[in-house]
């Protein structure tokens, strides 16, 4: 058990609240940096996946954990970000200009689906960007001449300003770099002014704003950084997968994605990074799985489907903080240890909130 | 000390059918406890709605420190100084103590996103400043030990401190407490008015208050409003209302009743 005395303001706003966060964290750095030369190049491209995935779990993550707006339509954001590095790349703009207007304007599409969101909540803001999605997929599937049509778009490798980022290797410390930055925004953003009025947003949007915050300002902001994440995210993928076309960015994408943050953890950061370890890595477990089933299971059609839907709802049930609140659970465990009581985390009711002047 | 901070002036609120508030006048003095009481529907809450702009008006007009309040938008409110807590208590639930009485430090924000999301010395050092202004409001109402507990898990009479905590973290002139004493015992209850003493005395902010306790309303109110069904009936000293009859007729019922309660046993 840790206990931290705090003498100092400053101790409180530090990212490393002690010195366990700097030993692991630094070592968690240093396995990723040596990973091209300890795995395979196949894991290394499905750990390049789990950071640009990590990238867009981390922009949902502050809409939809941290701000309380539930977007589906998210991979249309994606796509926004994938087709504008697509087309810029090809035209010649060097990598991370292409970069920026991929991210910028992501950014302004999404400050635009963000309008219904001052109006509309709850379900009701999730059929809005459910049909946003669909608005997009469609544009990118008629509007040929840009983004190819239902063909699709080739991609040419990265280019910085004359070096090209061919090699696997290459790409993965790209992602690798971006994923931290990305990560240190948020992390910013959260443990200031801006970040504290997303979740006052989130958690009571009538008293927000008697304590003086613009909702309408700050939800469009949300909308955007989220956005602008994925738009990052999407020109990523665009490069890694050299190919793109309408129907990777679909609602099952957009599902995938939200399954991801609600998995990993509503609320928390890390459930980002829990969130994309577990959407990339789950479909290679249940291939391995299949060879152990009886066939008629094995080799059935949407067993992976099945197996997502049911993880789910396990999690719903059982778990609705996700695999970040697993952790923290076992990690309270060990550190209590014998001492941890079965109803430590039991929520407490509360039916005092008033719905009334909602 | 006897100028005017908020007038009311024949403030009416129409919901369909409902007339909630009807031609309700009056003027909060700077530096003074005023308290609103009646039954329950009197429309006590519904004023404190107006007043944060919560609800518009049908007709009449409320004025802070001589600016119209209908011209404002809800946010803009807090930023005039005037900061209120709710019946049943509206705090940021899924977070710690502490980052909610920071998010009372919004209305005196100096950073841009952009320093927060780079989270440079500018907004480092306004971080540290909020921190030392939240850690005087945390010492005058003895928070400390909730510091970093999360409010979901606190318990009723301390998440109603937090409240006010949180109120007066937006260093207001005028704050609105929506009963104070209400779900706490006759311990807190008894806190509650030293603190309101000392934000009125030591922190010079007015107070606006609804209040069912009237022990704690004749104990702290300079002046009483008791209105009922949306209309005034008396204003004065808390002692002058108490023994006006319409207020007890209000709250007991006319004499005719009670006759009529008695013929029938």
Redesign the interface.
């Known amino acids: 058990m840790r206990f931290i005395f705090k003498t100092d303001?400053?101790q409180?706003?530090r990212l490393a609240k002690h010195g366990g966060h700097v030993f692991w964290y630094a070592l968690l750095v240093l396995t990723l940096l040596a990973a091209p030369w300890i795995v395979s190049e196949y894991w290394l491209a499905q750990l390049t996946f789990i950071l640009i995935y990590s990238i867009v779990g981390l922009g949902l993550m502050l809409l939809a954990g941290f701000t309380g707006l539930f977007s589906i339509g998210h991979a249309a954001f994606l796509g926004v970000g994938a087709y504008t590095q697509a087309v810029l790349t090809n035209a010649g703009l060097p990598f991370p200009l292409a970069l920026l207007c991929a991210g910028a304007l992501s950014a302004a599409v999404g400050m635009v689906v963000g309008l219904p969101a001052l109006r509309v909540k709850g379900i009701y803001l999730g059929i809005a960007t459910l049909s946003f999605g669909f608005i997009v997929e469609e544009v990118f599937a008629r509007w040929e001449s840009v983004t190819g049509g239902n063909a699709g778009i080739h991609i040419k490798a990265p280019n910085m300003f004359g070096w090209q980022l061919a090699s696997g290797e290459e790409f993965y410390f790209l992602c690798l770099v971006l994923a931290v930055g990305a990560t240190l925004?948020i992390l910013?953003?959260l443990?200031?002014?801006?970040?504290?009025?997303f979740?006052?947003i989130?958690?009571?949007e009538?008293?927000?704003?008697?304590?003086?915050?613009?909702?309408a300002r700050y939800k469009t902001?949300s909308f955007a950084i989220s956005a602008a994440l994925a738009g990052v995210g999407g020109a990523l993928y665009a490069h890694k997968l050299q190919f793109i076309s309408p129907d990777q960015f679909n609602i099952v994408q957009s599902i995938d994605l939200l399954l991801m943050v609600v998995i990993g953890g509503l609320?928390s950061v890390h459930g980002a990074f829990l969130g994309a370890i577990f959407l990339i890595t789950m479909p290679q477990v249940i291939a391995l799985g299949k060879d152990w089933l009886p066939d008629v299971v094995g080799q059935a059609p949407g067993l992976q489907g099945t197996v997502y839907g049911l993880v789910l709802i396990g999690f719903v049930l059982f778990e609705p903080l996700g695999l970040y609140g697993r952790w923290l659970k076992v990690r309270t465990y060990l550190q209590l240890f014998p001492f941890y009581r079965r109803g430590m985390f039991k929520?407490?009711k509360?039916f005092?909130?008033?719905d009334r002047?909602r | 000390m006897m100028d005017v901070l908020l007038s009311a002036k024949d403030l009416s609120v129409r919901f369909g059918g409902v007339l909630a508030v009807n031609g309700v006048s009056f003027d909060v003095k700077r530096g003074e406890v005023f308290t609103l009481i009646g039954p329950n529907g009197a429309g006590k809450t519904t004023v404190f709605n107006l007043i944060s702009r919560i609800y518009t008006p049908t007709s009449g007009e409320i004025a802070f420190e001589g600016r119209k309040l209908s011209e404002l938008a809800p946010h803009d409110v807090a930023r005039l100084g005037i900061a209120r807590t709710f019946q049943n208590i509206e705090l940021f639930e899924h977070a710690s103590v502490l980052q909610n009485l920071l998010i009372g430090r919004h209305t005196h924000r100096e950073t841009t996103l952009w320093s927060d999301l780079f989270f440079t010395p500018k907004t480092r050092r306004a971080e540290v400043a909020a921190r030392e202004k939240v850690e005087q409001v945390i010492e005058l109402l003895d928070l400390q030990h909730h510091r970093e507990s999360l409010v979901a898990g606190l318990p009723y009479g301390v998440r109603k401190v937090v409240e006010l905590a949180r109120a007066l973290c937006t260093e207001p002139k005028l704050l609105l407490l929506d009963e104070p004493s209400s779900g706490l015992n006759v311990e807190e209850t008894d806190d509650m008015v030293f603190w309101i003493r000392d934000i009125q005395h030591e922190l010079g902010v007015t107070v606006l208050m609804v209040e069912h306790d009237m022990s704690l309303v004749s104990k702290v109110s300079d002046r009483v409003l008791a209105m009922n069904q949306g209309e005034m009936l008396a204003l004065g000293t808390p002692r002058e209302v108490q023994a006006h009859p319409g207020v007890i007729e209000a709250y007991l019922g006319s004499v005719d009743d009670v006759a009529s309660l008695r013929r029938a046993a």
Do not use: C, E, F
Not at chain 1, 191 to 197: D, K
């Open positions: 303001y400053t409180d706003i925004l910013n953003l443990r200031s002014p801006t970040g504290r009025a979740v006052a989130r958690d009571s009538v008293s927000a704003q008697s304590m003086g915050i613009h909702l902001m609320g929520r407490q509360s005092q909130k008033s002047l």
